[in-house]
């Protein structure tokens, strides 16, 4: 009998439209299959360059400007 991968979590954020629609069209072409997988994998990058900035002692100044350029609001 085959082992059962545990099911992933998922829970829905919302981004502004016009960000959305930006993404759609950046992904074209691409290996994202979906805006979804494209923020994902935005966001996972981006903690993994704010942890190794904390670890440095440095401030999260340039993933804020990043997060901003994304059209998140700090």
Not at 62 to 67: F, P, Q, S
């Amino acid at each position: 009998m085959m082992e059962k991968k545990p099911k992933r979590k998922y829970t829905t954020i919302t981004i502004p439209m016009p960000l959305f629609v930006k993404l759609q069209g950046k992904i074209k072409d691409t290996g994202f299959s979906s805006v979804s997988d494209c923020v994902t994998y935005i966001l996972r990058e981006t903690l993994v360059e704010m942890e190794s900035v904390n670890r440095k002692g440095r401030n999260d100044n340039a993933v804020v400007e990043k997060l901003k350029a994304l059209g998140y609001t700090m």
